[in-house]
């Protein structure tokens, strides 16, 4: 199966200030990924092209990286996925800029049931909390995504087997 996954968000702000957010991506002071509900996003040697890391069992290397432009991530964790995802920021206009992130994979029948049952839907609501943060930085009113029933019961699973395996 191939696996193609698209999401945008339009923020109304310049190009330059929401690459400023995106800079900070995998660093102490992240203002984009969502790592207070979500596993932490980290690099062994930070951004740059040939680093290795990931989140949570996703695991990948940055393959191209243009500071505030855009990021490009191989795949090499879970098994089957073979592909890329990346972060793009592209001006529409002066006063706004559109935050892109897509997913484009080839997968194994075992990855596919994982995509389809599991990793597409966390993966979803991680992508649009992460959307959200951006967003919220630059505004007094803050978006907050509502998770679906789906999305609740895998996170809670997921909390549950995660404090099993840490107190075993």
Do not use: C
């Not at 979500?38 to 191209?64: C, D, M, Q, T």
């Amino acid at each position: 199966m191939n696996a193609v996954n698209i999401h945008k968000r339009t923020i109304n702000q310049p190009k330059e200030q929401v690459s400023q957010l995106i800079n900070t991506l995998a660093t102490q002071n992240d203002l984009v990924w969502p790592y207070e509900n979500w596993p932490a996003i980290r690099f062994k040697n930070g951004l740059h092209v040939g680093s290795k890391g990931g989140h949570g069992i996703v695991r990948y290397s940055i393959i191209e990286f243009k500071e505030g432009e855009h990021i490009k991530f191989q795949f090499s964790k879970p098994d089957g996925f073979n592909g890329i995802h990346e972060f793009k920021v592209t001006a529409i206009n002066d006063q706004s800029t559109e935050l892109r992130h897509e997913i484009n994979a080839k997968l194994s029948f075992k990855a596919t049931l994982l995509w389809v049952f599991v990793i597409r839907w966390l993966h979803d609501a991680l992508i649009e909390d992460a959307f959200d943060k951006v967003e919220n930085y630059f505004s007094t009113t803050k978006k907050e995504t509502k998770y679906n029933f789906w999305v609740k019961l895998l996170r809670e699973a997921y909390k549950r087997q995660s404090f099993q395996t840490k107190h075993v």
